[in-house]
């Protein structure tokens, strides 16, 4: 792993054992050759592993004997490149606590400078340009380092020595602060305007490590409602910075395992249950998303009097990607910012806010991005490079390489144009990067035809290319993470959309089979119609007129309690006359179809809202009987469940007390068709993956109802949805590929 201060703890770890020799980094990571007596050649090794940096991961250590050549001190050598790189490079790091005191040391030549870091925290791939990490390849190289920094820079017993990104405030970038025409140059005075701003109820854009934030004060109602107006953001939820771990957890319910997560070194949002209401924050969603400060200038934001909880979100426009360039930046965000807090260095690539939650089986990522991108996600055992895709949702790309798959930060939803953009730029960056030639390339790609994705991977020159079946990538990415390559599972793949082998849309499927050997489908929910096709998704009445049709014995919906607009009636015509309508077996819709039942009858405003408000309805009842979700002849049966649910609503039951008879009503028939196929296949692992499984009660119920009859595994390398499909595209096509070439 290069960037990370590995090279540094070699020569002190080296020396602190009279060794003399080299280090250097290569094309596939660091290479040491160490000359000595074999007592202090043993500690070394014992040591090199027990005591690396915090951020170093050691995958692979190969030690072999050879002559001493008579090397009298031990240095760092130049970085060599021989061929084509595989080195891991880090993902951004946090500011650590050692600069954070001098940060805040009046005596200090670093105090209150915004740029500070070490050989131990701060920005990294974010600053990359090529491969070897050096200072000349990063986003740094405009600004030389003055004595006293090249003093520490080459000094084996300081902290940042070869730190690539230091600097200090006399030879280093700065902040500015723009608002208009008012311009306010230096460090101190733009945070102490921005602050001014913010606590006077402003937006103010602020530079960070990957890209642009939009702050504004969390607990002003009228500044965040202004935010959501000026970035058309209707109800998704914002993100929220908290000052510290202390007001983290008077915000949200932290369990141990989320203050792991939230105090990580990859600093990621981490979903918790709200503890306390923030208007317009996260409207109709009990859970709040937190973060803390993972860079010098939100420390400095907070000590210099901002508000103490902020909003936090990613500038930009709905659905475009984050802004991170300074012009891209004023021109986008011109009309939502009222100020812009700017940094001088300039940022490599636009890197996201990771998102994740500690779930019911373990940690998982929703959102895989800074503080994880670009490390490897998994070893894939193929020589030749692999480039797979992804999917269209939640996008992101894989790049294997020398058998390392490493996985781009979060991109976003294809269908916008700039995420198209980023898309692309994506992919010839991290080819660049890797120095991996278009022509050489195993392109692994949804089988959708219609993708974006997919039209982009059949332009490319490579050496062969792959149609992964998007349910199949889901099940094989959970066992990517785990290199489980012939292992035989139970797969279990719900999510809201994905192209099925006969053309329909899929997105409740069971699975058996490996990686190795494939996947065969042994069951799904029951085929229901998809009236207006791809409308569906974004109104939850049309999911209800296709899953009802088939119910011809219910009542009519358009009475009370349901109150349906027109647009139910219009789509139930077009499903029982088969009139553009298309066949679907996705579960993300049968949730659609429940929240329609349950009053969610308008638009949704972003993509799985429906689902989530189900799911957070559900929670504000303890318990409910579960609705009749029977699994017969390999398909799950909606109608008992929808149809039990259509009476209890007409008698007047709650529509919380609904929403948890059908959550739990789903775990059940999932437990139900689990336990005949492990069974009938005689499988004893079962793998969930999909959106669907995002839906941490779901989880909880599943968890509880399956006790220890089966192993269940999850994601929790790459995330459940989309975010990780490319994953499971490499793997399934490195396989297919080795077959055929066997």
């Known amino acids: 792993m290069q960037g990370v201060g590995f090279r540094p703890f070699v020569l002190r770890l080296a020396r602190a054992n009279t060794l003399a020799g080299w280090v250097l980094n290569d094309e596939e990571g660091v290479e040491i050759h160490l000359e000595g007596d074999a007592p202090s050649l043993d500690q070394f090794v014992r040591s090199l592993v027990a005591e690396r940096p915090p951020a170093a991961c050691i995958h692979a250590l190969d030690v072999q004997t050879a002559q001493p050549i008579g090397f009298r001190e031990f240095t760092i050598r130049d970085s060599r490149l021989r061929g084509r790189p595989s080195v891991r490079i880090s993902a951004d790091l946090p500011v650590c606590e050692a600069c954070l005191k001098e940060l805040f040391a009046p005596a200090d030549r670093r105090y209150r400078y915004p740029y500070i870091n070490c050989t131990n925290c701060g920005p990294r791939y974010s600053v990359i340009v090529s491969l070897p990490y050096d200072r000349r390849n990063t986003t740094m190289r405009a600004w030389p380092l003055d004595d006293y920094c090249a003093d520490q820079f080459g000094d084996p017993g300081d902290r940042r020595f070869h730190a690539q990104p230091v600097a200090c405030p006399a030879c280093g970038p700065h902040y500015f602060l723009q608002a208009g025409n008012e311009v306010v140059l230096g460090d101190d005075a733009s945070i102490a305007r921005a602050v001014e701003l913010l606590n006077a109820g402003a937006i103010v854009a602020v530079k960070g490590l990957g890209g642009y934030h939009l702050a504004c004060d969390a607990t002003n109602p ?26 983290a957890r008077e915000l949200v319910e932290l369990s141990a395992e989320a203050e792991s997560l939230i105090t990580s070194a990859a600093r990621p949002i981490v979903l918790a249950r709200a503890k306390i209401e923030l208007a317009h924050v996260s409207p109709g969603n009990d859970d709040l998303g ?23 979100t990613s500038a930009n426009r709905s659905s475009e990607p984050i802004a991170y360039r300074d012009q891209e930046a004023t021109d986008r965000l011109n009309g939502i910012a009222d100020a812009f807090l700017m940094g001088e260095r300039p940022i490599a690539r636009r890197v996201d806010d990771s998102i994740a939650r500690a779930g019911s089986f373990g940690p998982v990522i929703l959102r895989r991005s800074r503080g994880y991108a670009p490390s490897a996600v998994a070893p894939i055992p193929i020589a030749n490079p692999i480039l797979a895709v992804g999917a269209d949702l939640k996008n992101t790309v894989t790049l294997v390489v020398n058998g390392q798959a490493m996985m781009s930060q979060h991109i976003g939803d294809l269908d916008q144009y700039e995420s198209s953009k980023a898309f692309r730029e994506t992919v010839d960056d991290l080819t660049a990067m890797y120095e991996v030639p278009r022509q050489d390339l195993i392109v692994a790609r949804d089988a959708h035809p219609q993708y974006l994705s997919t039209a982009y991977a059949l332009e490319l020159p490579g050496a062969a290319s792959y149609s992964i079946q998007h349910h199949r990538a889901h099940v094989a990415s959970v066992l990517a993470e785990r290199s489980a390559w012939e292992k035989r599972v139970l797969g279990v793949s719900f999510d809201g959309t994905g192209y099925g082998d006969d053309g329909s849309t899929w997105g409740g499927e069971f699975f058996v089979g490996s990686i190795l050997e494939g996947f065969d489908r042994v069951g799904h929910l029951r085929p229901a119609a998809l009236a207006g096709g791809d409308a569906a998704a974004r109104h939850p009445v049309q999911s209800a007129a296709g899953f009802l049709a088939q119910m011809e014995n219910l009542l009519d919906l358009g009475a009370a309690p349901f109150f349906f607009p027109e647009r139910y009636g219009q789509s139930l015509e077009l499903a ?32 799985g809202q429906a689902a989530m408000w189900v799911e957070h309805l559900a929670r504000t009842e303890a318990f409910a009987e579960p609705y009749d979700f029977p699994f017969h002849e390999g398909e799950l049966d909606f109608r008992p469940l929808l149809g039990a649910m259509v009476l209890d609503r007409l008698h007047r039951t709650s529509p919380s007390r609904c929403a948890r008879a059908f959550q739990r009503g789903v775990a059940k ?7 005949v196929l492990s069974e009938t296949h005689a499988m004893d692992t079962i793998v969930l993956s999909g959106g669907v499984f995002q839906n941490e009660l779901l989880l909880n119920d599943l968890k509880s109802l399956i006790g220890r009859r089966v192993e269940v595994w999850t994601n929790s390398t790459v995330p459940p949805n989309d975010g990780g499909i490319s994953l499971g595209q490499a793997a399934l096509a490195a396989f297919l590929h080795l077959k055929q070439h066997a």
């Open 222 to 247: 009228a500044a965040v409602q202004s935010l959501r107006d000026r970035k058309f953001r209707k109800e998704k939820p914002f993100a929220l910075m908290a000052a510290s771990v202390q007001e």
């Open 669 to 675: 028939g999932l437990c139900d068709a689990i336990a």
């Open 290 to 312: 937190v973060m803390l400060p993972y860079t010098p200038l939100h420390h400095l934001l907070f000590t210099a009097g901002s508000p103490r909880v902020l909003v936090m």
């Open 576 to 607: 029982r006359k088969r009139v553009r309508t298309f066949t679907t077996t996705s579960v993300g819709r049968l949730f659609d179809a429940a929240a329609a039942l349950l009053g969610f009858t308008r638009e949704v405003t972003f993509e």
